[in-house]
Nanobody, 124 residues
Framework: QVQLVESGGGLVQAGASLRLSCAAS????????MGWFRRAPGKEREFVAA????????TYADSVKGRFTISRDNAKNTVYLQMNSLKPEDTAVYYC?????????????????WGQGTQVTVSS
């Protein structure tokens, strides 16, 4: 069992930066693929970024490529999402997710564990 707790959300102006963190419990964190997803009001949950168990592979949604960076620190059982040049359309609740696998996944149904989410609001 893995428990995930996100933090770092907030209200910022367009163009600003935020760094989200997701702290995971459990001794096998380093074997988990980690993903970030988001859900905007009235929309479906969508993929943002994912990172492999080693950190050697990452993938991003086209909408955030070049602005967001996913990383992880396996010694701290934490995955990060650095978000730069934020836009109003990035406003959403951001969730981290985990799955014990060597593969990378971009669809929510492939993840087994989810955090409660953290709100990110970007004003224009």
């Amino acid at each position: 069992q893995v428990q995930l707790v996100e933090s770092g959300g907030g209200l910022v102006q367009a163009g600003a930066s935020l760094r989200l963190s997701c702290a995971a419990s459990g001794r096998t964190f380093k074997s988990y693929c980690m993903g970030w997803f988001r859900r905007a009001p009235g929309k479906e949950r969508e993929f943002v970024a994912a990172i492999s168990w080693s950190g050697g592979s990452t993938t991003y949604a086209d909408s955030v490529k070049g602005r967001f960076t996913i990383s992880r620190d396996n010694a701290k059982n934490t995955v990060y999402l650095q978000m730069n040049s934020l836009k109003p359309e990035d406003t959403a609740v951001y969730y981290c997710a985990a799955r014990n696998t060597i593969l990378l996944f971009t669809t929510p149904s492939n993840y087994d564990y989810w955090g409660q989410g953290t709100q990110v609001t970007v004003s224009s």
